[in-house]
């Protein structure tokens, strides 16, 4: 990723990204923000689609400033957000759920960026080339170097848009359930599950070359 050293440390405060609602858990801090969207592989982006909101799940990268997504050419939304509308995306992880002694303040731990801004389009072919790279190669570094490289004709069916990380706010959970105080001697228990994402091993493809198969 770009280096961003010389930038401020926490992102400016908009009016859309002000956090209102549990304001101790937000966050505009530039490392932590990075870090949220670098540890993702997927985020959700939504945008008003021929007067209607849409959204939809898609894997995304980030260089510097600026995080991206594609998709086919003719997405309706990835065409809506490229003809001008601005998009807002989403990205989650879930860490745990919280268990409190009462219904009302079970939560979760969580890690979230919420982006706004309007999308740019990549359009010159060497820029839709490395953000492919780019892409595969968050997926496994040293894949890009493995595989067959996209061809004039998919270069040309797939969008790939940049949003400015600009109006940004990260939103973070951490710690025990709280529960009040005259629900702490309830006999149940407390605490929290936590949750991690962890890869299986590796299934052969059906059509793999024998002399390949783990």
């Known amino acids: 990723m770009s280096d961003t050293t010389a930038l401020p440390a ?25 870090g949220i969207i670098d540890d993702a592989l997927i985020c959700h ?28 050419s003719k997405n309706r ?17 879930l860490d745990g759920l919280v268990m409190a002694r009462s219904a009302f303040h079970h939560s979760a731990n969580y890690r979230s960026v ?3 801004g309007k999308g740019e389009i990549v359009t010159d072919p060497e820029g839709k080339m490395e953000h ?35 109006e940004v706010s990260a939103k973070v ?7 009040d105080e005259e629900d702490y001697g309830l006999p149940v228990w ?10 299986g091993d590796p299934v052969d493809d059906s059509r793999l070359d024998p002399a390949l198969r783990r």
């Open 190 to 199: 407390a605490g929290v599950l936590p949750c991690t994402n962890v890869w």
């Open 77 to 93: 939304i990835l065409a809506a957000i490229a003809n001008g509308e601005e998009a807002c995306l989403c990205i989650t992880h």
């Open 114 to 116: 919420v982006i706004y």
């Open 10 to 34: 926490q992102y400016e405060v908009h009016p859309a990204t002000k956090v209102v609602r549990g304001p101790k858990r937000a966050s505009y801090d530039r490392k932590l923000v990075h």
């Open 173 to 179: 959970r951490t710690g025990d359930p709280v529960d």
């Open 45 to 72: 982006v939504g945008t008003i689609v021929n007067g209607r909101p849409s959204m939809i799940p898609t894997a995304h990268w980030r260089v510097g400033e600026r995080i991206y997504i594609h998709g086919a």
């Open 132 to 166: 492919s790279r780019l892409f595969v190669e968050k997926l496994s570094k040293g894949r890009w170097d493995q595989i067959r490289h996209p061809n004039e004709q998919e270069l040309k069916a797939t969008m790939f848009l940049g949003f400015d990380l600009n």
